[in-house]
């Protein structure tokens, strides 16, 4: 089993920045990537930013040259580096953990979710 912990939401201004961070515990080296996702009210759940055990990293195109996301593998923490917020980037943000099982079929963790909220 795999725990993820998310910290750093809240609220900030359009053009502000938030870091998100994810603390992984548990059976955390079996994972095969990271990464995060939200989910506004009404919408689906969207793959934001994700980065595998290589450190290759993918963004959607919607926050590409914005977000920015890392890890430190040291501490099994994966955070999101988000800049430049918009209105539209209100959602609530989870930390997404994936490895793959005997059957090479994807096993997914998930952290509680931290809300972030873009509001002037």
């Known amino acids: 089993q795999v725990q993820l912990v998310e910290s750093g939401g809240g609220l900030v201004q359009p053009g502000g920045s938030l870091r998100l961070s994810c603390a992984a515990s548990?059976?955390?080296?079996?994972?095969?990537?990271m990464g995060w996702y939200r989910q506004a009210p009404g919408k689906e759940r969207e793959l934001v930013a994700a980065?595998?055990?290589?450190?290759?990293?993918g963004y959607a195109d919607s926050v590409k040259g914005r977000f920015t996301i890392g890890r430190d593998t040291a501490k099994n923490t994966v955070f999101l580096q988000m800049n430049s917020l918009k209105f539209e980037d209100t959602a609530v943000y989870y930390c997404?953990?994936?490895?793959?099982?005997?059957?090479?079929?994807?096993?997914?963790?998930w952290g509680q979710g931290t809300q972030v909220t873009v509001s002037s």
């Open positions: 980065i595998t055990s290589g450190g290759s990293t």
């Open positions: 997404n953990g994936r490895r793959k099982d005997a059957l090479n079929r994807n096993i997914d963790y």
């Open positions: 548990g059976n955390s080296y079996s994972l095969n990537a």
